[in-house]
Nanobody, 115 residues
């Protein structure tokens, strides 16, 4: 079983920055990809950013140029650096890890951007 633990969410003003972290219970080398989804109240989860085992990254158009995903293999942790935050970025952010056909999720961390 894989456990993912997110941290680093919180409240920030428009234009501010936050970094959320996702610590895995096993080596992240094993995963095909890891990343972040977010979910707004009453809406489906949407992909924010992901990073493959080879280091290839992908971002939602709405966050390109503002968010950066990275990984620290030694710490088994994936980060999402969020700059230039906007009120529409307010959501619960969920970390995920893909291992072949299996997807594992973290418990989510709340990010709130005040206007």
């Amino acid at each position: 079983q894989v456990q993912l633990v997110e941290s680093g969410g919180g409240l920030v003003q428009t234009g501010g920055s936050l970094r959320v972290s996702c610590a895995a219970s096993r080596s992240i080398f094993l995963f095909n990809a890891m990343g972040w989804y977010r979910q707004l109240p009453g809406k489906q989860r949407e992909l924010v950013a992901d990073i493959t085992s080879g280091g290839t990254t992908d971002y939602a158009d709405s966050v390109k140029g503002r968010f950066t995903i990275s990984r620290d293999n030694a710490k088994n942790t994936v980060f999402l650096q969020m700059n230039g935050l906007k009120p529409e970025d307010t959501a619960v952010y969920y970390c995920y890890a893909q291992l072949f056909a299996s997807i594992y999720w973290g418990q989510g961390t709340q990010v709130t951007v005040s206007s």
